[in-house]
């Protein structure tokens, strides 16, 4: 079977197990990689230290896998109602009626991703292998191993980089979940595709911390994400308000993005499941105990937060609703 008939078979078995998006990257070194060693030695990384590991590997996937020809990128669309809200929205105080409640990020809504699209991409391999008469290795990943996935994603073209460092896709927007397949096989890349951008940026402004220092250029260290849920420390006192209302990650600079406005909402049971609800109680997670939090958090990618981290951005959400936090956006 030639490079290009495998490719075709791979595309077709990628839709038939679930897959919204597949492409294929060669597999030598990553574009952007000096990028990626410039933004750590700038600190952007903040406490994510297990990103300065393995850099070479980010660099040349290829090292990941011996005899590597070829890397199979998938995604899920995981977009939901809320996926799209037009301009910047705004954080208000809740009524005296109302109990407190914060945000969860859409992609966290469902069942945990990482462990959906491994078996979604295990299938894609067990079913390649009953249809390919050729044997081959395979390693697969979703966000478990040192590798620039959305530079591969845009190498296999299923998108292109967004000014909110999102991979953006003309038809399915920037609500994507990314999985790889590094593989022996050897398959046709496809084109990478250009941006479509232009001049629009309403990503980097709706940011509520400020951490775009431009366009495609993101520092972590101020993302409300990843105060909520890489951060691992008390978080600095002048950073606390980016919070607004958001207790666990920030969709702020994908909900105001055109792209993301006539798109289709995620159609995959488990990833569109309404395990975790889209507002939580603040009060109880202030209390959280580890038993309750194993609870709530059970199958769901949320448990990547631990119960103090519940804990601190409950209390610090709940103080930004009450106004003492300073820089908290009011409804109009």
Aim: proline share 8%.
């Amino acid at each position: 079977m030639t490079p290009d008939a495998k490719t075709q078979l791979v595309l077709a078995l990628a839709r038939e197990v679930g897959f919204d998006l597949a492409g294929v990257a060669p597999a030598g070194p990553v574009r952007r990689a000096a990028y990626y060693r410039q933004w750590l030695a700038a600190g952007y990384g903040g406490t994510m230290t297990y990103l300065e590991h393995n850099v070479q590997s980010r660099a040349e996937p290829a090292r990941l896998l011996p005899g590597t020809r070829s890397i199979i990128c998938v995604a899920v669309n995981y977009k939901r109602a809320d996926g799209y809200l037009g301009p910047p929205m705004a954080v208000a105080p809740p009524r005296p009626d109302e109990e407190p409640t914060g945000i969860i990020a859409q992609y966290a809504r469902g069942y945990d991703y990482h462990l959906v699209l491994r078996r979604m991409m295990l299938r894609l391999v067990n079913r390649l292998r009953e249809r390919l008469p050729e044997p081959f290795e395979a390693r697969m990943f979703v966000d478990t191993a040192p590798i620039l996935e959305k530079e591969l994603a845009v190498a296999a073209g299923l998108g292109w980089m967004g000014k909110n460092t999102c991979l953006l896709n003309a038809g399915l927007g920037s609500y994507l979940l990314l999985g790889e397949i590094v593989s022996t096989l050897e398959l046709t890349a496809d084109e990478p595709r250009h941006g479509r951008c232009g001049s629009c940026t309403r990503c980097v402004d709706a940011c509520p911390a400020g951490a775009f220092i431009g366009p495609y250029r993101l520092d972590a260290a101020r993302c409300a994400a990843y105060l909520t849920i890489e951060h691992r420390g008390p978080i600095a006192p002048h950073l606390q308000p980016v919070l607004q209302n958001r207790v666990f990650g920030c969709d702020a600079c994908q909900q105001v993005c055109p792209y993301n406005a006539p798109t289709p909402l995620g159609t995959h049971p488990e990833i569109a499941a309404e395990l975790m609800p889209q507002r939580v109680n603040l009060l109880p997670l202030i209390a959280l105990c580890a038993e309750e939090h194993r609870r709530i958090t059970r199958g769901s990618a949320t448990r990547r937060a631990s119960a103090p981290m519940w804990q601190r951005n409950a209390a610090i959400v709940l103080a930004n609703l009450q106004g003492h936090g300073q820089g908290v956006r009011k409804r109009p």
